[in-house]
């Protein structure tokens, strides 16, 4: 079975520049996360879909976030413009469902983002 | 508010046990779950508690304690590529999103 994948892996743009990260999860997953992890913690919940909807995005900057899950299935996260402490690992994750029951999150490998 | 806090690092030698522990704060919450993350790589699942006790699975084993606010990861038998981060992480009634743990970062030594 393959992973969630994301790409790119690696990019570096100037402040103020845009950027856009892409994520493919786990076939068959309806849930997906975007997470930021700046380095040192724990990864952070940006937003959380559920097929192509929205359940939480409370902790997403929209003045320069923002991510849509078109047919359900990928997703996009863009920033624009980027600031320097945007500069973190930016993970994508699914899961079959997002009940409170026991639900494993399945993470790809993350894109690293350094705004200059 | 919610929160898990754990050790920043923790260093061992080859074939000891090491445990990493973790306290939260919540109004409630369905469960402690424990990931590692190596550098630079995807964090990975390694143990749920939904209930009181310990969890077994392998060399690792996970323990909560939901009157003590406390959980801990057990690692045995260490082995050099047991050496990356681990979070603790629950999924809170009030948000039903999953809040990572500040993170330890163990060392193993030959």
């Known amino acids: 079975e393959a992973g969630v994948a994301q790409s790119p892996r690696y990019k570096i743009i100037e402040k103020r520049q845009s950027v856009a990260f892409w994520c493919n999860p786990i076939?068959?997953?309806?849930?997906l996360y975007w997470y930021q992890q700046i380095l040192g913690q724990g990864p952070k919940l940006l937003i959380q879909?559920?097929?192509?909807?929205?359940?939480?995005d409370s902790q997403l900057p929209k003045d320069r976030f923002s991510a849509e899950r078109l047919k359900g299935v990928d997703s996009t996260l863009k920033i624009q413009p980027a600031k320097l402490e945007d500069s973190a690992v930016y993970l994508c994750?699914?899961?079959?469902?997002?009940?409170?029951?026991?639900?494993?999150?399945?993470f790809g490998p993350g894109t690293r983002l350094l705004v200059l | 508010g919610q929160s898990l806090e754990q050790p920043s690092e923790v260093t061992a030698v080859e074939g000891a046990i090491v445990q990493i522990n973790c306290t939260y704060q919540?109004?409630?919450?369905?469960?402690l779950s424990w990931y590692q993350q190596h550098d630079g790589g995807a964090p990975t699942f390694l143990s749920y508690?939904?209930?009181?006790g310990l969890e077994e699975t392998g060399r690792f084993s996970s323990f909560l304690s939901r009157s003590d606010s406390y959980g801990y990861l057990l690692l045995q038998e260490l082995q050099m590529k047991d050496s990356a981060s681990y979070f603790c992480a629950f999924r809170s009634y009030n948000t039903d999103k999953l809040i990572f743990g500040t993170g330890t970062r163990l060392q193993v030594f030959p």
């Open positions: 879909f559920q097929n192509n909807g929205v359940v939480d």
């Open positions: 919540t109004s409630g919450f369905y469960g």
């Open positions: 076939s068959g997953h309806a849930t």
């Open positions: 508690n939904a209930l009181d």
């Open positions: 994750a699914s899961s079959l469902a997002s009940l409170g029951i026991r639900e494993t999150q399945y």
